[in-house]
């Protein structure tokens, strides 16, 4: 689904198993992915992160969901406190922003959120520059506790990387961690510019998964 609206912000708010779900099954939300970001070590890998913080990467179609909401999610879903890095620097709280009007729309939430009492987030504000993406196992994690599904959605996405990058796995790795539904993902799939075909044969698959 590339369009001229998509645009990429990169989280770290703590292990990164939740937040692919939770961001994955916004509606607007095309893709997830989750890795290491932030630091300067080179190729860190979840056993060897050095100084980098395990992060989101969220992929998303600007004229279905802004920024600030996907960063209101951010700051709802986790405690931003960064205080002498005092639960290390894998779980940062960070983000990466590719240019001045992300940059921007970041301060003013933040200046939001000062202005409604909670004080100002201790959260790093950066450029992104490097993400390297973690290793498959942690990719959908909650999605691959269920073999059945992974099964069943190799029939449409046959490589890792087809599967890590699918809106399709990114809403029902919402659902296996129980931030969503199948009645509204069904709901979403007949508005996908696609054919109803299409559509349809998707349902039929995602129906007959066995949890
Ligand atoms: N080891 C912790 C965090 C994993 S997260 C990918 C756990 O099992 O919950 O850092």
Redesign the pocket.
């Known amino acids: 689904m590339d369009n001229s609206n998509n645009q990429t912000i990169t989280m770290g708010m703590g292990?990164?198993?939740s937040p692919d779900a939770l961001f994955g099954q916004l509606t607007g939300i095309t893709r997830t992915r989750v890795g290491f970001a932030g630091g300067t070590i080179d190729n860190p890998t979840y056993r060897q992160l050095g100084d980098h913080t395990?992060m989101v990467e969220v992929e998303f179609d600007a004229s279905i969901i802004s920024l600030e909401s996907i960063l209101n999610v951010f700051w709802k879903s986790h405690n931003p406190v960064n205080i002498n890095d005092y639960k290390g620097r894998q779980y940062k709280s960070l983000v990466l922003f590719r240019d001045s009007m992300q940059h921007s729309v970041i301060r003013e939430v933040m200046k939001t959120k000062e202005e409604q009492g909670n004080g100002f987030p201790d959260t790093e504000v950066a450029p992104y520059t490097l993400f390297y993406p973690a290793e498959d196992r942690?990719q959908k994690y909650y999605l691959k506790r269920h073999p059945d599904a992974i099964d069943k959605l190799r029939t449409l996405f046959p490589t890792d990387d087809e599967l890590t990058n699918a809106t399709l796995a990114a809403r029902l790795n919402g659902l296996a961690k129980g931030y969503t539904n199948m009645a509204r993902i069904i709901n979403e799939i007949r508005t996908w510019l696609i054919s109803e075909d299409e559509q349809e044969e998707i349902i039929h698959l995602i129906k007959q998964i066995k949890w």
């Open positions: 292990c990164f198993w395990e942690h």
